[in-house]
């Protein structure tokens, strides 16, 4: 891995700024697909503390893990990821239930939980051996200038990256959307989500809990032995009292809420409250800037799905970049940024719409609203089609799917 990054150096085809999971994605599926890629951060994501960093989990499509397995990258996280099996989504005390079992459509689980860090850590192995990628030191972005030919990031101690493209991956709250001029919509939840890893009794089988209660969703998801990740939304005040309990009131709290199928509860740490907004980019493209992941649209965590929307981000732009390249076309061409936004903002709108509509239908305890979905959850339930597709969704594997997300390489 090249690592120093000078005034001057020459330019490279897209400097991708920021390294979280998104970020690291598409700089090692582009720079698989044969272009150069320099990617920033504002912090040395090999220099934090364990348990101070990004301590989530992500429920990893099948899809999403395809991408992951043909970019060299899944192979280091598939010991600690735990495969989810079943599905089952309950309705607070309700007795009504639905079930999504992997084995509907097929013998593959319906995703894996990851830890984020470790997925983190395997992106940067492979992006360290690959001689297209430069990791640069780290840096705040701070301006961007672009022209006929060039984007140009200067940093907040004067060094600059220059690219026929810059490519923002920093997150939801993006400066270089902001730097672009792309104006978002913005929808808060004042609900912020807990995030825990939970020892338990019993086994889990594979099982992946989604419990709807009138504060919000109430999830814990299998990871390998007998824990589970807690992703448990309040609004933002009840959130932030629970999250401040002692470890026994807080497995008190959680045992009230959840109930006893995995007997006894035990917080595991490190716990931590995510704050909620939905953010959604107007536009996912200006002049020579392209967005990818929470950049381009952030979401309520209700569905799990936030993550594996970025990875389409990143499968579609790399397969438009590198089929592009090998037409000889300029990367930062608006041919191929207009192409990207096409192919990508139905489905995140869709992505995003259903998700904010989700929450809205469960966050409350409106007695008819009530009723109308223990009704759709039990029709729902008996309608093996509907399910179907249902498992498809959250598979990741409905609809035409670019090429990383087949499994197949660029
Ligand atoms: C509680 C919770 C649970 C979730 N669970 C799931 C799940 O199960 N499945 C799923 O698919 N998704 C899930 N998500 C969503 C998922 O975590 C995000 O979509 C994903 O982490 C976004 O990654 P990103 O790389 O786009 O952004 P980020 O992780 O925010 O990374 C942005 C990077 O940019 C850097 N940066 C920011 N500004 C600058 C700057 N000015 N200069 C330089 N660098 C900068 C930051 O340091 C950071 O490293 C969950 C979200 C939450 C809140």
Redesign the pocket.
């Known amino acids: 891995m090249k690592r120093a990054w000078s005034v001057g150096m020459k330019r490279v085809d897209a400097v991708v ?7 690291l994605s598409i700089a090692l599926a582009l720079a698989e697909g044969g272009l150069e890629v320099a990617i ?4 040395d994501p090999r220099a934090v503390p364990a348990g101070q960093g ?1 301590i ?4 990893i499509s099948l899809s999403s893990r395809r991408l992951l397995e043909t970019l060299g990258a899944w192979e280091a996280v598939a010991d600690g990821a735990e495969p989810i099996l079943d599905i089952r989504v309950t309705d607070g005390d309700s007795p009504i239930h639905m079930d999504y079992d992997h084995r509907a459509v097929g013998d593959e689980p319906m995703g894996h939980i990851v830890v984020n860090e470790t997925l983190k850590a395997a992106l940067l192995d492979r992006l360290a051996g690959h001689p297209g990628a430069t990791v640069a030191e780290p ?3 701070s301006s961007l200038a672009v022209d006929a030919a060039s984007a140009t990031l200067t940093l907040h101690d004067g060094r600059q990256l220059a690219g026929s493209l810059v490519i923002a ?4 709250e993006s ?1 270089v959307r902001a730097l672009a001029g792309l104006r978002v919509t913005r929808v808060p939840y004042r609900q912020s ?1 807990i ?1 825990d890893t939970i020892g338990h009794e019993l086994p889990h089988h594979g099982l992946a809990h989604e419990r709807f209660l009138p504060g919000g969703p109430l999830a814990l998801l299998p990871m390998t032995g007998h824990r589970s990740a807690l ?1 448990w939304t309040e609004s933002t005040p009840v959130a932030d009292r629970i999250a401040r309990l002692g470890d026994a009131d807080f497995a008190a709290a959680l045992l009230e809420r959840f109930g006893e199928s995995l007997g006894h509860l035990r917080p595991l740490g490190p716990r931590r409250v ?1 704050p ?1 907004e939905m953010i959604a980019a107007e536009r996912f493209v200006a002049d020579r800037i392209a967005l990818v ?3 381009a649209h ?1 979401m309520h ?1 209700v569905a ?5 929307l ?1 990875l389409r981000d990143v499968a579609v732009l790399a397969e438009v970049l590198a089929d592009g390249v090998r037409l000889g076309l300029d990367p930062g061409s608006p041919t191929l940024l207009r192409d990207y936004q096409r192919r990508r903002r139905f489905d995140s709108a869709t992505m995003m719409a259903s998700t904010d509509g989700l929450v809205r239908l469960f966050s409350n305890d409106i007695g008819p609203v009530r009723a109308v979905r223990g009704l759709g959850l039990g029709i729902v339930d008996r309608i093996p089609a509907f399910k179907r597709i249902a498992i498809r969704h959250a598979m990741g594997t409905l609809g035409s799917l670019p090429r990383l997300l087949r499994g197949e390489p660029l």
């Open positions: 700024a920021g390294a979280g999971l998104s970020g920033v951060d504002r912090s990004d989530r989990t992500t429920a840096g705040v972005v991956a920093d997150g939801r400066s989500s995030v992703v995510y909620l992941g929470d950049a952030a965590p799990g799905q936030g993550f594996n970025g």
